[in-house]
């Protein structure tokens, strides 16, 4: 069931989402050379803390830690490790959530460490891109298939896949809430997007082939081909005009 909010409610996520947007960027400035995951998301988790808030994630079915930290071919559900050190030339993407006054919010970016290659550059832009390309679409009247379709066709007018099998999702009091929100649709097709709708659009984008594994710590997934992944996510609420970026700083 997909749960359209108050304008109170979406206020409150606005409050989620500027403590989410302050993070993930506390997080990338921290993305250099010679920096583990576990140094980061150890002060992920206390600004959060800080904030008077909680780590969505954290012990989410079990997860061990406030954010994912996915490096290269890495895709979402990285765990952060105080082993795995961020080489020159890495692209790592950080993905928090953040619970404030009972509501959630949750944002993603992939950062750059060091000099990173042209085509690395290329997938992390594009994926910004699809994400807005596909939010034009979530306006009252428009279905999320225009919205997934406009994704996939600009990945795809790029030479990059998506990755189909983990989608975007309606936020709220919960983390995932009805609908999904696919970075694939076909236009015209799916549900109508409502004013108040709130939803994570997330597009997570491959340099190579579509397909992705799960590995055997039962959360990290990884490109099925070792080629690169981008993500870019934000939580949105729809509105009567434009989309509102609750994780916006
Ligand atoms: N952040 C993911 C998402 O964007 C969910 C991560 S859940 C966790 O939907 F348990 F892996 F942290
Ligand atoms: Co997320
Ligand atoms: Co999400």
Wanted: aromatic share 6%; glycine share 10%.
């Amino acid at each position: 069931m997909i749960t359209i909010k108050t304008d109170h409610e979406i206020s409150k996520m606005r409050d989620a989402g500027k403590i989410a947007a302050e993070v993930l960027q506390l997080g990338g400035s921290l993305v250099k050379p010679g920096v583990s995951t576990k140094e980061i998301d150890d002060q992920i988790y206390k600004f959060i803390k800080k904030h008077n808030a909680v780590p969505s994630f954290l012990n989410y079915y079990g997860y061990p830690a406030s954010a994912c930290i996915s490096i290269n071919e890495e895709v979402i559900h990285g765990i952060p490790s105080g082993k795995r050190v961020i080489a020159d030339g890495d692209i790592v993407s950080i993905d928090v959530g953040v619970l404030l006054n009972g509501y959630h919010a949750d944002t993603a970016r992939t950062f750059g460490a060091g000099t990173i290659s042209e085509e690395a550059k290329k997938l992390i832009e594009v994926t910004k891109e699809c994400f807005w390309k596909g939010i034009a679409f979530a306006v009252p009247g428009k279905r999320l298939g225009d919205l997934g379709h406009a994704i996939e066709s600009h990945a795809h007018a790029n030479g990059f896949s998506v990755v189909e099998d983990f989608v975007g999702h309606g936020v709220g009091t919960h983390l995932h809430e009805d609908p999904d929100v696919p970075n694939y649709g076909r236009a015209g097709k799916g549900p109508r997007f409502e004013k108040n709708m709130t939803i994570a659009v997330e597009p997570m984008i491959n340099q190579g082939v579509p397909d992705v594994l799960q590995l055997k710590d039962g959360w990290t997934v990884v490109t099925k081909d070792g080629k690169l992944s981008a993500h870019y996510e934000n939580t949105i609420a729809v509105t009567d005009g434009e989309p509102l970026i609750l994780t916006s700083l």
